[in-house]
């Protein structure tokens, strides 16, 4: 029997972490740029922290998750998002007494069981961020702005960032009675989805992905017609603000996402470069969570995206990041020469220098061979003649120049 993984998993082959860890490091340098500091919460956790958090009623909760009971009976859940777990470390150890406001960081898988396509797996990867503790606009920016800071310095320049407010408790339930109203009316030629949502969710509705369902709910009134003055008060700021900074969105009323923890701000960046899975990334504000949660109120708001998606666009593109090459290959003419080859090859990595070496008892050709194919930069041939007389050739395996080196001076040459 051959073993598979998983479907909607997938493997990160040697060829392709090149590029993961370039953009990685390039998404950590950002985030430290704008003093968000990493954390890593453990990979699964109590069921019911997602299903209050997301929502009973969403999809991710309803039909998505990765549950199972441990040999000790309680329910536990792969992470299906970073959001719910940092708010429960912010909670649990206090993070918040002594920082007015903490900014955080994660990148890591997430697992949900959806149907497998092109960008969308069921362990997938994201990086994120979570600004705990501010109620005002500007964070909300930091937050956008941080995400599209990514993607510029990843010379991704084909998003679209489309922003809209989903009220808070006072004005979205007055909302919704409305919304539900002139849905009611059209209730039998909506698709069986969108009618099992009106009593509950009825803002999803505006959200589905049916075309007949978008062409009947075309008119319907927006959340942005319906909210009270502070959020609209709030909304006013985080599109000045953006206006402001240069930075280019489009308002979509119909925008909900599907997370039920937003108030206020929600938003969410998707690319034409992608499939029908467009979404690069999305986020908002969540000012009831840490409170829902069991923690004093608190608010917060924040973003996650994609690593996958991005990935896909980088491809296209055709990036090429730095390869992982050694630095010198030594390589051995004779037998009686292995020993000072292996040996000089590991005090030449411990000296900080990668370095490589033959393990498969080759002839010299074919290690030099293997020096080409792994792209080292030079090759360093060792024979029982140069430990006699204490210098060899060094290649250059670019320019192919050669120079002789004593051999006492290699790790100097590379260290210089
Ligand atoms: P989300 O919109 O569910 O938000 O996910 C954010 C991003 O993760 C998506 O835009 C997409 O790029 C990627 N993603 C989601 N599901 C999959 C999948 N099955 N396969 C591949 N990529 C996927 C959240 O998760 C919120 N926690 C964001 C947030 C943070 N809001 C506030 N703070």
Redesign the pocket.
Known sequence: MTYRSIK?TKDILPSETPLWQFAEQTIRDVFRQFNYKEIRTPVFETTSLFARS?GELTD?VGK?MYTFQDRSGDSITLR?????S?LRAYIQNNLGESLPLTKVYYIGP?F?Q?R?QA????Q???F???AIGSPTAETDVE?IAMTLEIYKRLGITSYTLQINSVGDEECRPRYKEVLRTELLKIADKLSAESQKRISQNPMRVLDSKDENDKALTAGMPLITEYLNDECKAHFERVKGLLTAYGIPFTVNGRLV???D??TKTAF??TSTELGS?D????????DLLVKELGGKQTP???????????MMILEKKGFQPPAQRPAVFLAAADEQSRDWVLKTTMELRSSGIAAECDLLSRSLKSQMKEADRQQAQFALVVGAMELETGTAVLKNLTDHSQQQIPLGTVAQFFTR
């Open positions: 909607g997301i991710i998505e299906p998002e970073g959001t719910a940092a997430m949900r959806e497998p960008g969308r797996l069921r997938f990867h994201q994120g961020a979570e937050i996402r599907g997370l923890y937003y969410e960046i899975q979404a690069l990334a999305g986020g908002g504000r969540y917060g708001v924040g973003f996650a995206a994609g690593m996958e998606r991005l």
